[in-house]
T-cell receptor
Framework: AQSVSQHNHHVILSEAASLELGCNYS??????LFWYVQYPGQHLQLLLK??????LVKGIKGFEAEFIKSKFSFNLRKPSVQWSDTAEYFC????????????FGSGTRLSIRP | GAVVSQHPSRVICKSGTSVKIECRSL??????MFWYRQFPKQSLMLMAT?????????EQGVEKDKFLINHASLTLSTLTVTSAHPEDSSFYIC????????????FGPGTRLTVT
């Protein structure tokens, strides 16, 4: 069965610091990978996704993620965070064999100090 | 585009009663919708996959007789929590997969259910 691990439960950074949130998945076959963000009081929004091609994908609001197949990882990065990036971040995986079903990681809460 | 709504946004019900939550895709058709449950400060747990015109597929450990799902049209899926108990209190989120577009999901704003 697929699973997704996010090792950082709560990350606290100052504005302008660089961000990297870890995500590892377990599934031996072809996968699609996603990062979603949930701002306080709002619904889930898609930050970026990887289906195929260039393993470095760029998303909205300056976020990017790199798919490293050999490490089963899809880490999220941002070179300089802003206070408005305070949110919950979820990594998610979809296995080709399971149609559109998406499995979510446990989430990482990001707090940015102004 | 790609907006998903949920109604109601919040509901409080008494133990033993049933409550229905609606999930609508407002500007696209969705053959498949998903229902998730999110506990405080935790991730989304997939409960079931709702397929238009057929029975829902439930994840392991989810009681299908307790969480009734109906997907009667390409824009509407409903989740009915039957004989609700306080432990059913949670945040329920639906998502919709646009027909003909695999691997994309758009999420609704969620419904906060409190069972007293």
């Amino acid at each position: 069965a697929q699973s997704v691990s996010q090792h950082n439960h709560h990350v606290i950074l100052s504005e302008a610091a660089s961000l990297e949130l870890g995500c590892n998945y377990s599934y031996g076959g072809t996968v699609n990978l996603f990062w979603y963000v949930q701002y306080p009081g709002q619904h889930l929004q898609l930050l970026l996704k990887y289906f195929s091609g260039d393993p470095l994908v760029k998303g909205i609001k300056g976020f990017e993620a790199e798919f490293i197949k050999s490490k089963f990882s899809f880490n999220l990065r941002k070179p300089s965070v802003q206070w408005s990036d305070t949110a919950e971040y979820f990594c998610a995986v979809n296995a080709y064999s399971s149609a559109s079903k998406i499995i979510f990681g446990s989430g990482t809460r990001l707090s940015i100090r102004p | 585009g790609a907006v998903v709504s949920q109604h109601p946004s919040r509901v409080i019900c008494k133990s033993g009663t049933s409550v229905k939550i609606e999930c609508r895709s407002l500007d696209f058709q969705a053959t498949t919708m998903f229902w998730y449950r999110q506990f405080p400060k935790q991730s989304l747990m997939l409960m079931a996959t709702s397929n238009e015109g057929s029975k829902a597929t439930y994840e392991q450990g989810v009681e299908k007789d307790k969480f009734l799902i109906n997907h009667a049209s390409l824009t509407l899926s409903t989740l009915t929590v039957t004989s609700a108990h306080p432990e059913d209190s949670s945040f329920y989120i639906c998502s919709a997969n646009p027909s003909g577009v695999t691997y994309e999901q758009y999420f609704g704003p969620g419904t906060r259910l409190t069972v007293t």
